[in-house]
């Protein structure tokens, strides 16, 4: 992985493309974006509504209108003027432990376990058999003392399973925004200020300069979830920027066949952590930097 501010848009094709952690392909037809926003998201209703949602903890996103986008950032975050309805999500990623009810109860078996691999950050990504769930980086490793830090190695499908366990969906990329930022305009959760390792502790990253862990926020990989409490969003979500990457239910604009995901990790410089920041990935992969945060109608 290249250490500088601004690698080269990497080529189009299987892995290559995976949680590149700074570059975003350029060459993007806002108009097809437009189009898909939102179909899959439609796709991913739960069935039903379940009683598991005592799980998690809620925050009720009242409705709103605000501006997606920055003008700053990649060729996909034009701004646009969007309204969302009154919606709730979780104030935290999934930990290990509800995703181990959600597996005890359901059986559940998830992608990198059915594929036999996972993808593991060490410097660059690598495609390490025998990663899943239970052993975020590998076979030899475990969740021992990880109960509340963040769920990795969840395929987008996996991620939707789960939210319609607890009766709910993936969050679509508009909802998780508003969540986000608000309506203010800010950058990040907190505000406009570009997080650094220092003692504010804002959240979860990597180091300042693309993109290799860094312990000075006091984890070099997961950490707890809510860990970060001065960087709650204004609507009192945590780790909204940084910890893990978050699936949403749209697809990536201009590519169909991948999944958009928001937020960064903890292997990310500050440019991925934005708010409007997108990444895409194919559906059915697993990473060690991505999890899941769910969603649902208000008042479900
Ligand atoms: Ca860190
Ligand atoms: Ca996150």
């Not at 495609?127 to 021992?144: E, F, I, N």
Request: glycine share 12%; charged share 20%; hydrophobic share 35%.
């Amino acid at each position: 992985m290249s250490t500088t501010a601004a690698p080269a848009p990497l080529r189009v094709g299987a892995f290559f493309f995976v949680l590149n952690l700074r570059s975003m392909p350029k060459r993007l037809s806002l108009s097809i974006a437009s189009l898909l926003h939102g179909l899959t998201a439609a796709m991913l209703l739960p069935a039903a509504v379940s009683a598991n949602t005592d799980a998690v903890d809620f925050v009720t996103v009242p409705g709103g209108l605000y501006v997606m986008g920055d003008a700053g950032g990649d060729d996909n975050e034009a701004l646009r003027r969007v309204k969302v309805k009154p919606f709730r999500i979780m104030r935290h990623e999934a930990t290990n432990r509800t995703f181990a009810r959600f597996v005890a109860e359901t059986g559940h078996v998830t992608d990198p376990e059915r594929r036999g691999f996972g993808w593991v950050w060490d410097g660059r990504w690598r495609k390490v058999t025998g990663a899943d769930w239970r052993h975020p980086k590998g076979p030899d490793s475990d969740l021992s003392g990880l109960d509340d830090h963040p769920a990795v190695q969840i395929s987008h499908q996996d991620a939707a399973a789960f939210c319609r366990w607890l009766g709910l969906r993936l969050p679509s990329e508009e909802e998780w925004e508003y969540a986000a930022r608000g309506d203010d305009g800010r950058r990040f959760p907190w505000g406009n200020e570009t997080p650094r390792q220092d003692e504010r502790r804002l959240a979860n990253f990597g180091a300042v300069k693309c993109c290799a862990p860094d312990t000075w926020d006091g984890y070099g990989g997961t950490a707890p979830v809510g860990s970060y409490p001065n960087g709650a969003s204004p609507f009192g979500l945590l780790d909204m920027a940084g910890n893990v990457w978050e699936w949403t239910g749209n697809t990536f604009p201009g590519r169909a066949d991948y999944i958009t995901l928001r937020g960064g990790g903890w292997g990310n410089n500050p440019y991925c952590l934005r708010v409007s920041y997108r990444h895409g990935n194919p559906p059915d992969i697993g990473l060690d930097m991505v999890g899941v945060r769910c969603a649902g109608d208000a008042g479900h």
